[in-house]
């Protein structure tokens, strides 16, 4: 199970330095656009590619941003529960979120899946196969349905969740 937990916490990782690069890659293009228009030159699809960027960077942050606790989660409920009732709450949140990102992931799967089969293209200058894009899609969010499945399971065995506390969090008195 040691190898299964590093594992995850990799891939977690892995995917918010992907989402990361995919930010860097946003400001090299907004750079190299703005290069391309003071030299007089035409960079074409450089607002989809920017476009995609920002998707992969949101979809493939969504897991890592789960464990560091920086999703918004409305704790003032949680925290005012005595434990028993508290962890029956956190239960069914942490169940529900897992099902509606499964739910999300298998239809993202078949979206990407007939993009793919019917050849679609962006209509922006570049002509980019749309499945290329939208499969960071379907990654990021079955990244996030596993990490979600993975705290429920850690909470059910073990009686907590992984998630850590963010200090904004704890700078607004919780």
């Not at 890659?25 to 007089?40: E, N, S, Y």
């Not at 999300?104 to 793919?116: G, K, L």
Request: neutral net charge; hydrophobic residues 55%; contains cysteine.
């Amino acid at each position: 199970m040691n190898i299964l937990r590093r594992l995850l916490d990799f891939i977690y990782f892995a995917s918010g330095a992907l989402a990361a690069v995919s930010l860097v890659a946003i400001l090299l293009l907004i750079v190299v656009q703005m290069v391309a228009r003071w030299t007089g030159e035409v960079f074409p699809g450089a607002a989809s590619y920017a476009g995609y960027a920002m998707a992969a960077a949101s979809f493939l942050a969504f897991a890592n941003a789960l464990n560091r606790g920086a999703h918004i989660r409305v704790s003032v409920l949680l925290n005012a529960l005595p434990a028993g009732p508290k962890r029956l709450l956190e239960i069914w949140c942490f169940g529900l979120a897992a099902a509606i990102a499964w739910y999300f992931t298998y239809y993202a799967y078949w979206f990407v899946y007939w993009s793919w089969k019917f050849n679609e293209v962006s209509q922006s200058q570049d002509a980019t196969s749309l499945w290329i894009p939208q499969s960071v899609m379907v990654v990021g969010g079955g990244i996030l349905a596993i990490a979600l499945t993975d705290n429920l399971l850690y909470l059910i065995v073990k009686g907590e969740h992984r998630l850590t506390r963010d200090l904004v969090d704890q700078s607004f008195g919780e």
